[in-house]
């Protein structure tokens, strides 16, 4: 990853009409609907941009997309990159630095995440406070990290407690249940085993996902406010554990994308 390539990357999304968006999202696996309530859409797919990952057979249907949500001017990433497919790093969270060249100020995320804290159930949501990285690496390093920022990045606080506490007085009010927890990032994409499950509940996961914490490390390196969201799709019972059908998963992400959508959009309105 280069500056010339960000700046042309950029460039080509500008020239498509991508003009100074406010806010960035990612929606994760079952939750691509939100794309759906954008105004005045326009859309790049990942094939086409300059530089960007190139997308696998699988992934085809991957876009970035701009338009207006809440009066607000949005750039969703409707599909992202796992490392799970073969992307390294700095592929998984280019992204993220293109969109920080657009303009955004700050980022949305979701996920789709199977819940380690049983007091958790599938179809509930948490609100993600911190983060476990089991990824195996960074996407800061690499040689030049300091180009782009500070290579020793800080992770204090890495999900913006502004817009943490914001989203909390949102779901409350709208009556929408939101846990708060940690989450453990792991490659995949195969699926815990059982003792891995007890480990992540052990040294203090509450969810885990196979995404997000490369892009918000990354955020964090551009000093980025993130606001984070896991939908729970499935429950990680390391004594009663059920085979996971992927199917379910999106099903659950689906069914549950609606509520979803009303914390973002809220959440857009407040910022
Ligand atoms: N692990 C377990 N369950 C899950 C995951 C995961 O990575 N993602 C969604 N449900």
């Not at 750039?75 to 969270?93: A, C, P, S």
């Not at 606080?157 to 990032?185: C, M, Q, T």
């Amino acid at each position: 990853m280069t500056q010339k390539q960000l700046d042309e990357s950029t460039a080509y999304l500008q020239s498509k009409g991508f003009d100074k968006p406010e806010i960035g999202i990612v929606l994760g696996t079952g939750l691509g609907k939100l794309a759906d309530e954008i105004e005045n859409s326009i859309e790049a797919h990942y094939n086409h941009i300059p530089f960007f990952p190139l997308a696998t057979v699988e992934f085809h249907s991957g876009k970035l997309l701009y338009g207006t949500l809440e009066n607000k001017k949005v750039v969703v990433m409707q599909g992202r990159f796992h490392l799970y497919e073969g992307y390294d790093f700095i592929d998984v969270t280019y992204p993220i630095r293109v969109m920080h060249q657009l303009g955004i100020q700050k980022l949305f995320i979701s996920n789709a995440a199977g819940a380690v804290n049983l007091s958790f159930k599938k179809g509930d949501m948490m609100l993600i406070e911190d983060h476990i990285n089991l990824q195996g690496g960074s996407p800061l390093a690499f040689k030049g990290v300091g180009k782009f920022g500070d290579r020793f990045t800080d992770m204090a606080e890495p999900y913006d407690p502004n817009l943490r506490g914001k989203l909390i007085d949102i779901a409350k009010s709208e009556n929408i249940k939101l846990h708060r927890g940690v989450y453990a990032s792991v490659v995949g994409p195969q699926l815990e085993t059982k003792a891995e499950y007890r480990m992540l509940k052990i040294i203090g996961a509450d969810a885990v996902g196979m995404s997000t914490v490369p892009e918000v490390i990354v955020a964090n390196h551009l000093r980025l406010p993130i606001v984070a969201v896991s939908v729970l799709t499935d429950e990680c019972d390391p004594d009663h554990l059920d085979p996971v059908n992927i199917q379910e998963i999106i099903e659950i992400a689906s069914k549950t994308e609606p509520k979803m959508v009303k914390l973002f959009k809220e959440l857009i309105k407040k910022i």
